[in-house]
């Protein structure tokens, strides 16, 4: 697993009016803080950016509310123990969980449900409209044979 992953698996607790699921708890040990919280509707088969993004300064955490995705992961962090790793990862309706992708890691995710994905991101730091914590990359540039 590429260094400072972590993923949570969580319970979905149903009763005749449907279900409760918490997602993340302040107290959840992988937790670094709270910055914003976003959804994001996604397409089916559609790749979100089409491009690697990646922050410097703060941690996402995944979660796939409504259909499926894969996450593609890269760590180009080089000081890292696991410098170059490519990983994959499906989050989905019927096992949820939580993907904490840290900051410097790579990633990309691509709905592979038949219907559009909602994505729900809690990240560490609110986003800055002057100063953007987002930066981009072309897949094939670092790794020229990526295949979903």
Same mark, same amino acid.
């Given at each position: 697993?590429?260094?400072g992953i972590?993923?949570?698996?969580?319970?979905?607790?149903n009763?005749?009016?449907?279900?409760?699921?918490?997602?993340?708890?302040?107290?959840d +040990? &992988? &937790?670094?803080?709270?910055?914003?919280f976003?959804?994001a509707?996604?397409?089916?088969?559609e790749?979100?950016?089409?491009?690697?993004?990646y922050?410097?300064?703060?941690?996402?955490y995944?979660?796939?509310?409504?259909g499926e995705i894969?996450?593609a992961?890269? +760590?180009?962090r080089?000081?890292?123990?696991? &410098?170059?790793? *490519?990983?994959?990862?499906?989050?989905?309706? *019927?096992?949820?969980r939580?993907?904490?992708?840290?900051?410097g890691?790579?990633h990309?995710?691509?709905?592979?449900?038949?219907?559009p994905?909602?994505?729900?991101?809690?990240t560490?730091?609110?986003?800055?409209t002057s100063?953007?914590?987002?930066?981009?990359l072309?897949?094939?540039?670092?790794?020229?044979?990526?295949?979903?």
């Amino acid at each position: 697993m590429i260094a400072g992953i972590a993923i949570k698996n969580l319970s979905k607790h149903n009763d005749q009016r449907g279900y409760l699921m918490e997602i993340i708890r302040a107290d959840d +040990d &992988f &937790f670094n803080g709270f910055g914003q919280f976003y959804a994001a509707e996604n397409l089916a088969g559609e790749a979100r950016d089409g491009q690697w993004h990646y922050h410097r300064g703060q941690d996402d955490y995944f979660c796939c509310v409504q259909g499926e995705i894969k996450v593609a992961l890269y +760590d180009r962090r080089r000081t890292s123990k696991t &410098f170059g790793k *490519l990983e994959f990862y499906v989050l989905s309706e *019927l096992k949820p969980r939580v993907l904490k992708i840290p900051r410097g890691v790579l990633h990309i995710y691509k709905t592979i449900s038949s219907k559009p994905s909602l994505l729900i991101n809690m990240t560490t730091r609110p986003y800055n409209t002057s100063k953007p914590d987002e930066f981009r990359l072309p897949i094939k540039k670092l790794v020229p044979d990526f295949k979903w």
